[in-house]
């Protein structure tokens, strides 16, 4: 199981960490994947995160430089740090388990399990 927590109201240019705990399984042997949906908008892959590989592949433009990943093996919970966030950024966020240890070009259709999301609101 996944769940994602840790959204919540915030201004412009402020900071959030989101946190995916994974339960049943290691992120050694599955990387996650990072989405959000925005309203009235599809779900859009934000970046894939291998734990085996330590490496983190981005696949929205509009996040790199400004989301980053990390990770607190105890506690087997994978974090999306946030920075600089605009009020595009808000949106719906998830996580979901690839199939994979790496992170394939096409990881968003790899996902075996979605965490619930959590909601970000960013005011301007």
């Known amino acids: 199981q996944l769940q994602a927590s840790g959204g919540g109201l915030v201004q412009t240019g402020g900071s959030l960490r989101l946190s995916c705990a994974a339960s049943g399984f290691t992120f050694d042997n599955n990387a996650i994947g990072w989405f959000r949906q925005a309203p009235g908008k599809e779900r859009e892959a934000l970046l894939c995160?291998?734990?085996?590989?330590?490496?983190?592949?981005y696949a929205a433009d509009s996040v790199k430089g400004r989301f980053t990943v990390s990770t607190d093996d105890a506690k087997n919970t994978v974090y999306l740090q946030m920075n600089s966030l605009k009020p595009e950024d808000t949106a719906v966020y998830s996580c979901?388990?690839?199939?994979?240890?790496?992170?394939?070009?096409?990881?968003?259709?790899?996902?075996?399990?979605w965490g619930k999301g959590t909601l970000v609101t960013v005011s301007s």
């Open positions: 979901g388990r690839v199939l994979t240890i790496s992170c394939p070009i096409d990881y968003y259709h790899n996902i075996d399990y």
């Open positions: 995160f291998s734990g085996q590989l330590g490496s983190t592949d």
